[in-house]
């Protein structure tokens, strides 16, 4: 692929401010990928945990894995953008054109599309989208496909071009319009692979650095709450349909897994330390706050651990 390469020594482009600004100053030679679970605004957890990482300057991961709102998270990350998803979050929550209802009955979409990817990115706080595109480290987001209820691997490689991937990965089901992209029918990822860890391996990683949206006693209930509108919006995709009613499972065993690598040493899991209870819209600041906080504790609780897994 241009633009980001796939073999394990890449140039990285290391934060704005920080040691150096030469693209190749520093040398990625690990097989340490980065995985980032979404969660709509439980992403608060994960801004806080990459924010820690930047400002340490631990930013030479061999690949970026993201999933919904883990896919945002994972582009501040790579644009060295230190607390753009917090202050976004907290400065627009209550704009009815970022996330609510009124966006969904305006534009289809629950999460203002317009208003999230062109206004506040190219106007009110503008995204660095040259630093994002001189970062060589390569970048994976994760949708499903309508059409067959699997995962679609969307490499992003240039910003504001390889948007759409992004917006695909963090779509929700019966929330979101279906976006086409490079001629497939997709929505959010999390649907089918939420934490992409198998993915990561399999590309070639032999550790995972994890940020996880839910504490390490959680395990997610049976049924989607609102199947009876998926079913009759996506009567058309079986196979969809049944990704919905079988998530919980998959992600139950994903999870386990996950905590099996971090037992054998192969993986750091960085999660919240209690139980996580946002409601999806109309979450109050300090509670956004206090996540984003515990994110930032988590992270310094393992950040000697990352650094001896990139070292």
Do not use: W
């Not at 790579?78 to 917090?86: E, I, M």
């Not at 209802?101 to 206004?119: C, P, Q, W």
């Not at 109050?284 to 992270?299: C, F, M, P, S, V």
């Amino acid at each position: 692929m241009p633009g980001r390469k796939t073999q394990s020594n890449r140039s990285v482009r290391t934060q704005k401010g920080g040691a150096s600004a030469n693209p190749s100053a520093n040398l990625c030679s690990n097989d340490v990928a980065l995985v980032l679970e979404g969660g709509g605004m439980r992403g608060m957890f994960t801004g806080g945990a990459i924010d820690v990482l930047l400002e340490n300057q631990l930013t030479n991961f061999s690949h970026v894995y993201g999933v919904s709102a883990g896919a945002i998270n994972g582009t501040n990350f790579l644009a060295h953008d230190t607390g753009r998803f917090c202050r976004d979050v907290l400065a627009f929550r209550d704009n009815p054109d970022f996330f609510s209802f009124y966006s969904l009955a305006k534009t289809g979409n629950v999460m203002g599309r317009e208003f999230i990817f062109k206004d506040i990115n190219n106007d009110i706080d503008p995204f660095s989208y040259d630093t994002f595109n001189k970062n060589k480290i390569p970048y994976t987001v994760v949708a499903s496909d309508v059409t067959f209820g699997t995962p679609v691997y969307l490499n992003v490689e240039k910003l504001p071009r390889d948007m759409d991937a992004v917006i695909a990965s963090s779509s929700l089901p019966t929330l979101s319009e279906i976006v086409e992209y490079k001629g497939k029918r997709l929505l959010d990822g999390g649907t089918t692979d939420s934490i992409p860890v198998e993915k990561a391996l399999a590309d070639g990683a032999k550790k995972l650095v994890v940020v996880l949206t839910q504490d390490r006693g959680y395990v997610r209930p049976e049924g989607y709450s609102l199947m009876s509108v998926a079913s009759k919006r996506y009567h058309s995709y079986p196979y969809f349909l049944e990704a919905l009613k079988t998530r919980p499972a998959r992600y139950n065993a994903q999870r386990k897994f996950i905590f099996e690598l971090e037992s054998a040493g192969k993986a750091i899991v960085i999660a919240p330390s209690k139980p996580v209870n946002l409601s999806l819209l109309g979450q109050g600041g300090e509670d956004l706050l206090r996540l984003y906080i515990d994110g930032r504790r988590q992270a310094n609780a393992a950040l000697k651990s990352i650094q001896k897994f990139l070292n």
